[in-house]
């Protein structure tokens, strides 16, 4: 799974529509520390503007940015706390490249639902991949995870963060990973990932191990088998 994998299903999951969009049951409460200070900021007159600086986009993708925008701008000024209507609002200004503004979209989302893990992973993304904050990405995704821990997504976005942002990565990127494993034991979304790292950092022998443990789980995976035969022919 890529760096960004996580992200971009949970958008084009709300970019279907707020009609059939849900995530979890969540209960409303406050935020603390960098989040909350940040929040301070934010009024719904500001986060319900829409800024396009996004200079690629096509005219007819501007107008479909700009019509979604405007459908849930009205559902917000009529429902100021739907939740999924504020993720969809987060994941258009994202989508015209208003990094800043999808950041204070879903820090206003997390407010409104803290136990939720959605927005907090859109915030990890955004910090870590286009606002080049890494430190407040880790955060973000831990606490993703602490309100969803049963999600092995939401631990391999913290391995990925590690590995693309973090000076010592790799070592965190590996261990974040086992102990993923640990936890979701005979995933093969987990155990896949890992084996390419290995192979990736040429660590043969855990590669090996890890290898077949994907082959064994999925018999009908035959890049799997390639690359274990291909580390298998270095030994």
Known sequence: MSKKTLILSAAVILLLGLAGAGFYAYKKGFLSGFFASEEKKLTPEKLLTLEIKNSALTPEQVESFKERFNNAKETLQKDPNNFNAWLFLGVIKKGVGDYEGARDVFLHAADLRPQSSTPFANLADLYAYFLNEPQKAEESIKKAIANDSKDYSLYLALADIYRYKFPDGEQKYEKTMLEANNLFP??????????????????????????????????????????LAELKAKK
Not at 192 to 220: H, M
């Open 186 to 227: 005979d995933n093969v979304n987990l155990i896949g990932p890992l084996a390419l790292f290995y192979r990736q950092t040429n660590q043969v022998e855990k590669a090996i191990e890890w290898y077949e443990k994907l082959v064994k789980l999925s018999p009908d995976n035959q890049l799997a088998k390639e690359d």
